[in-house]
């Protein structure tokens, strides 16, 4: 397929593939299959006694890489993952490496935290009466609610910064350790963060208000749910501290937008297809892609160059954290087909 802002490699799929399922449904399909092989990875577990339930701490050896079963004439690979389960932890064998990879980060954290008591009178102490305002201006209902998603943020970040993937004993006490001694500072460097991301997601919402001429709708609409997919309950963790340090960046950026894009609204709808055209081909993408491979770095870091092409076209003075222009988007989502192995489209 062809995108507007230049070409799409089409890919094919190699000889020698095995034909597990047909249908015109790819979503559909996709879940069939998933289910399928969920139920064979559980089977093969089972018979090996590999899964496990109700942890709280690394009660295991190591966490394997992969899993593999010979069942009648078929070799059966999984990825063996920590699952969260909200008071406990998981041993669980899936279908997909990056789902288990995804899974295992949020076992990871869960388990850390399970065994973390957090000073929070101290991190709060420690806290400025302009931060604690801040903090206020919140989409999750409550300041606690926050903190719990900045603390989730920073347990990510300190293990983030760990050499290698917590996969022993010996890894998850390191990095138990490291937890417990940084958990302060990095909470609050992540409230730092925080500030001015509140702030401005304020004023945005303040300025939405104040728009009010129907000939504005489709820009208030656009910057509205542009804010509500940057700043929802949960976005501290989910956006990760490396991607909260653009934050106000993009805001901003809706802000010079807000104030400029009534003065000429017919540029401002121009630049928003320009936008929502790279938007729908990478909504392409990502439904192709399995469910359990949506989350994968290569596939968020696309959402984020949209977020930069937008920085570029309605606030250009702010300026990008990299080059950026619809033909890069295009040729990193066939990067992305390339590296998930996509169907031709």
Do not use: C
């Amino acid at each position: 397929a062809d995108g507007p802002g230049g070409p799409r490699r089409s890919r094919g799929r190699g000889a020698g593939r095995v034909t597990l399922g047909e249908g015109k449904d790819l979503a559909a399909l996709q879940e069939q299959l998933a289910g399928s092989m969920r139920t064979t990875m559980a089977r093969a577990a089972a018979d090996a006694g590999i899964e496990r339930a109700g942890l709280t701490g690394w009660d295991l050896g190591s966490l394997p890489e992969t899993f593999e079963r010979r069942r009648g004439e078929r070799v059966v690979q999984g990825f063996p993952a920590l699952v969260d389960e909200g008071d406990t932890v998981a041993v669980k064998v899936l279908a997909s490496r990056a789902q288990a990879q995804t899974d295992t980060r949020a076992g990871v954290r869960r388990l850390l935290l399970l065994n973390t008591t957090v000073p929070w009178k101290r991190i709060l102490g420690l806290m400025t009466n302009a931060q604690k305002l801040a903090l206020g201006n919140n989409p999750h209902n409550s300041v606690q609610a926050l903190l719990d998603d900045a603390l989730a943020a920073a347990v990510d970040a300190i293990v983030a910064e760990r050499p290698q993937a917590v996969t022993t004993k010996e890894d998850f006490d390191a990095a138990l350790l490291a937890v417990r001694q940084q958990v302060v500072p990095t909470v609050l460097e992540i409230v730092e963060l925080l500030h001015p991301i509140l702030d401005r997601a304020r004023q945005v919402r303040l300025a939405l208000d104040g728009l009010t001429s129907p000939a504005a709708a489709g820009l208030r609409d656009d910057v509205s749910a542009q804010l509500d997919a940057l700043v929802p309950d949960g976005f501290v963790a989910a956006t990760g501290v490396p991607a909260l340090r653009r934050l106000p960046v993009y805001l901003a950026g809706m802000l010079e937008r807000l104030d400029k894009g009534p003065q000429d609204l017919r540029r401002d709808a121009q630049r928003s297809a320009e936008v929502q055209a790279v938007q729908a081909e990478l909504d392409k993408v990502v439904a192709a892609l399995p469910a359990q491979e949506r989350g994968a770095a290569d596939v968020v870091a696309l959402r984020w160059m949209i977020e930069e092409l937008r920085v570029s076209l309605f606030a250009q003075r702010l300026g990008t954290a990299y080059p950026v222009s619809p033909k890069r988007i295009y040729a990193a989502m066939d990067r992305v087909e390339d590296a998930h192995d996509l169907p031709i489209t």
